[in-house]
């Protein structure tokens, strides 16, 4: 009998929230690398705050020490920066829907992204004749359509499972994966990604099959990659959101090109720049 071979499996996985212990704090990190946060506040979370039990839900299973510190870090990061992509303007959303019920058309356009981009969307899904082309919502349900809602009940503890697990499956059957990062996103930032993976080699015996360096795309660097055993590759894209494809959508095909055909990013540019 012949066995099935299946060779076209591959995982890929961006900005996720994989392990609480890691990626919390480097949310923090995040703020005080970039500016956000003073080094009073990041030293009074370093200090008061015990990552390794902390869990998803409110008070985090934190002292009120650590709670008061965190909340004074978002507290001055404000509502003013949008922080799945640090660097982009915010929209306005009662000026943008105002703008849509009048014209149907709105953009903001910030380092070249349309910031407004998931009201837009709103409007646009929650039009009646959008949603019979499309032939959905034909049940005519009591509620808006929106990209993230509570209608499945999501379990208040699945924020705390850790995922690594899961993943060195993946890779124990020798399915490649690759976990990449948008560089610009301070809710699951590269730094706890980075190192979980880093780890996750660690403990599947993995050794650094490409080292860590920038990749290309048109002659520019589209990020930094790292690649362990031939089978885990952690990717970072330079000036991405949380939503990679969302401010670097060019990248991102290119991205997702490699992983797709099974092939590392390239290390080069031609030509160079000397
Ligand atoms: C909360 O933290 C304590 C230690 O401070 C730990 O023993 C306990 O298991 C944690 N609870 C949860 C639900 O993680
Ligand atoms: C479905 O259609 C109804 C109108 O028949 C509308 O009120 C409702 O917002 C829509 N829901 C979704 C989820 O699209
Ligand atoms: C979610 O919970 C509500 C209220 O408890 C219930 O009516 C609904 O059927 C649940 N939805 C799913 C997908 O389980
Ligand atoms: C680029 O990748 C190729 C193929 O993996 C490798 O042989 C080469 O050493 C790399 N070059 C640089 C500059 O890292």
Redesign the pocket.
């Known amino acids: 009998m012949q066995l099935m071979t299946c060779t076209n499996f591959v995982g890929m996985i961006g900005n996720p929230l994989l392990k609480l212990d890691r990626d919390v704090p480097a949310t923090y990190e995040y703020f005080w690398s970039h500016g956000m946060i003073s080094d009073e506040i990041f030293l009074a979370i370093s200090h008061s705050c015990d990552f390794e039990d902390y869990t998803f839900n409110s008070p985090h299973n934190e002292s009120k020490s650590c709670n008061d510190a965190i909340a004074e870090a978002n507290n001055i990061v404000g509502e003013y920066i949008n922080n799945y992509d640090v660097i982009l303007d915010v929209c306005y959303p009662s000026i943008v829907m105002q703008e849509l019920r009048l014209r149907k058309y709105a953009t903001k356009i910030s380092v070249g992204v349309d910031v407004c981009m998931t009201y837009e969307t709103f409007f646009y899904f929650n039009l009646p004749e959008v949603q019979q082309a499309l032939h959905a919502n034909r049940t005519h349900l009591k509620y808006h359509w929106s990209m993230c809602s509570d209608i499945l009940n999501y379990s208040n503890t699945d924020g705390n499972i850790n995922i690594l697990p899961t993943l060195q499956r993946i890779v124990e059957h020798k399915i490649p994966l690759w976990v990449f990062s948008g560089d610009q996103d301070s809710v699951v930032p590269l730094l706890g990604s980075r190192t979980l993976v880093r780890e996750l080699a660690h403990t599947m015996g993995l050794h650094v099959t490409?080292p860590y360096?920038t990749w290309f795309r048109k002659g520019q660097v589209g990020g930094w990659v790292t690649e362990y055993g031939n089978f885990l590759t952690f990717a970072t894209v330079r000036g991405a959101s949380h939503m990679v494809p969302f401010a670097q959508p060019d990248r991102a095909l290119r991205l997702f090109q490699s992983i797709v055909l099974g092939q590392?990013l390239p290390?080069?540019t031609n030509p160079p720049i000397g």
């Open positions: 490409v360096s590392r290390n080069t």
